[in-house]
């Protein structure tokens, strides 16, 4: 008879790729995960990715060692191994990629916790357009909700009553997230933090982030500018449950210098930037229903906005049964009339789960409402991807 132990011993990889979970110690444990993709993308009307493939592999090593009763201490990494190949017009392009993806160590103790590393930081109550996306890039039609993280140290504290409170540093950030629009000056710290209260049937929370932003607009010859500038946002969300789900989500993000995009055409000022999400979900025989609103508005002054734009976005989801699921989600740009499909069905094998999603963008500069990522880049145009995923 062969032991579980001696199989391990013989075929040491085996037990690697199945999954690892260690008790180092008695107050301590050591879990090594991971997650691979593979996906293949059709997508005729894209003028680069005709016909994309690619595998991702996210190994996942978690440490946590318990100090008392009181207190832990953990340490979490992961990176970002991809490779893919792209033809379009008789033409191929490989690339490859192997980047930190988490990285971070936190220190718990009771009520409260400090988490220090590349990291994701997500709050808000809004599912599908969502203005509070400050510190990620989820985009609500990737099922796998990947995202890149930000380099930042995070202290939480939650109070008896259910509130909780949030206080953050980044560094060493500058690329856009969620709906920015002008990068981070790198080596500027960015400061900020969050208030969540309880009410009845609900909840309501306040959230402030204060950064550097930076305005170039060097390369255009006839008004070439570069402006760092301080930038403050204020944020405010509620969630309640009334027998549906209601909530809403707005921010404003002002920047101390005026900024000006194509001052010499079309000037639209982005100093003053309102952004006001409200979404309603209900489940009827099944089928759970989601519907936002997104308002927009971006000016010179705060009371005459130079652009205003209203976005719908509406999803269906349905659990066909214990292992399959199908889903739908549409949005509406109303002000540009841009509109986006975006239809999956997946199934649950054994130790693996497959995909088939078909899609519509719109194939003018109308940029998509939902936050996009390098990640998941869904193509203009008709697209359909097939996917398979598998955690161990």
């Known amino acids: 008879m062969v032991s579980v132990n001696n199989v391990m011993m013989r075929y040491p990889l085996i037990y690697i790729l199945l999954g690892l979970s260690i008790n180092v110690t008695a107050q301590s444990t050591l879990d090594f995960n991971g997650l691979f993709q593979g996906f293949t993308t059709y997508s005729p009307e894209s003028d680069q990715q005709q016909l994309w493939t690619g595998v991702r592999y996210i190994p996942e090593l978690k440490y946590e060692f318990e100090i008392d009763s009181l207190q832990s201490i ?27 993806y988490r990285a971070w160590v936190r220190y718990a103790y009771e009520n409260s916790e400090v988490r220090i590393g590349l990291q994701k930081i997500d709050f808000g109550s809004s599912t599908l357009l969502r203005p509070l996306q400050w510190f990620n890039q989820i985009d609500p ?19 008896k ?55 170039d607009n060097r390369w ?90 209203n976005t719908s976005a509406i999803s269906f989801n349905y659990p066909v049964s214990f292992f399959d699921n199908i889903s739908l989600m549409v949005y509406q740009d109303w002000t ?12 649950d094998f054994d130790i693996w789960t497959g995909y088939i999603m078909a899609y519509y963008n719109p194939t003018t500069q109308i940029s998509t409402p939902y936050v996009n990522n390098d990640l998941n880049q869904f193509t203009p145009g008709f697209g359909l991807r097939l996917m398979a995923t598998l955690n161990h």
């Open 220 to 309: 255009n010859i006839n008004d070439p500018l570069f402006i760092e500038t301080p930038e403050n946002k204020y944020g405010v969300d509620g969630k309640w449950d009334i027998g549906i789900g209601i909530w809403f989500e707005g921010t404003y993000t002002k920047t101390k210098d005026p900024i000006v995009l194509n001052a010499n055409s079309d000037p639209l000022g982005l100093t003053h930037q309102a952004l006001l999400d409200v979404g309603i979900d209900y489940t009827i025989k099944g089928v759970n229903i989601v519907f936002e609103h997104l308002f927009t508005r971006y000016g010179e002054e705060i009371n005459q906005p130079q652009y205003k734009g």
């Open 336 to 347: 540009n009339d841009g509109t986006g499909v975006y239809a999956t069905y997946n199934h």
């Open 74 to 100: 953990s340490a979490y990494v992961s990176a970002n191994i991809y490779g893919s190949v792209q033809y379009a017009g008789g033409n191929s392009i490989w690339e490859g990629t192997v980047a930190p």
């Open 161 to 215: 009553n259910n509130a909780n409170i949030w206080f953050w540093a980044l560094y060493g950030n500058e690329e856009t997230r969620g709906y920015d629009i002008l990068q981070t000056v790198r080596n500027h710290p960015e400061l900020g933090g969050r208030l969540q209260l309880p009410t009845p049937k609900g909840e309501i929370a306040f959230s402030y982030h204060h950064r550097t932003a930076v305005f």
């Open 141 to 159: 039609r990737d099922p796998l909700g990947l995202t890149n993280g930000v380099y930042a140290a995070l202290g939480k504290y939650y109070f």
